[in-house]
């Protein structure tokens, strides 16, 4: 069709010649039949490109979104405290995410783990953050007693609404939730943000044949609460 748009602009010819097409039996065979005409002229059966493009593009930024949902929630997962037994007890000893025990030169100092309880390698309520500092370069409210070889450690759950303390900041141990801050070199204590008290220290030793073992439980209440 020369003539003719299916997208309604304008025939040449105007109102007449669609009047003419519309009542006149044998037009041009090459024409449309005027049902068509009239429904593609019709703006509610249009749809602009940038209208494909807008949806197009809305389609995109949410599945962008989703695909970083994961990610977030995982570094920020709130803590929900099922298991009320003790965390770690003497001999227990501290493993990685894959339940491999942690030898004395595991980490260099500055370095730091996620670390578990060996006996409760189920248990995700319950992240280790193992930090290793030259001996020297902790005081404050450090338990010299609870240290080894360089190595502290501390409860990764924030103690103000419970995510996971995921972040740093030189030693300064930080929650991407509501940026509390923990100072490492100082027993954990509380910085900077709104956590009403320190991460929990917990004790720990290295074993007879050189991995890190806890002595006993959280020097604290694990998580929000506990004052």
Do not use: N
């Amino acid at each position: 069709m020369a003539d003719d748009d299916l997208f309604g602009r304008e025939y040449p010819g105007g109102a007449e010649r669609e009047a003419t097409d519309c009542c006149v039996e044998g037009a041009d065979d090459a024409d449309e039949p005027s049902i068509y005409q009239a429904f593609w002229r019709d703006a509610r059966g249009e749809m602009e490109r940038r209208d494909y493009a807008k949806v197009l593009a809305t389609i995109g930024g949410l599945t962008a979104l989703g695909s970083l949902a994961a990610p977030l929630a995982s570094l920020t997962q709130v803590f929900e405290r099922q298991y009320t037994g003790p965390v770690y007890s003497d001999g227990v000893a501290l493993v990685d995410a894959e339940g491999e025990q942690i030898a004395e030169d595991r980490l260099a100092p500055g370095e730091q783990l996620t670390v578990f309880p060996a006996s409760h390698p189920g248990i995700q309520r319950a992240p280790t953050l193992l930090v290793r500092f030259e001996e020297r370069e902790y005081g404050g409210e450090t338990r010299a007693e609870f240290t080894v070889g360089g190595y502290a450690a501390f409860s990764k759950v924030c103690t103000h609404a419970g995510c996971m303390v995921a972040d740093r900041d030189g030693t300064t141990l930080v929650c991407p939730c509501h940026s509390g801050r923990f100072d490492a070199l100082s027993g954990a204590t509380v910085v900077g943000g709104p956590p009403p008290r320190a991460l929990p220290q917990l004790p720990i030793t290295l074993s007879s044949d050189g991995y890190l073992v806890a002595t006993g439980d959280f020097e604290g209440p694990v998580g929000p609460g506990g004052e």
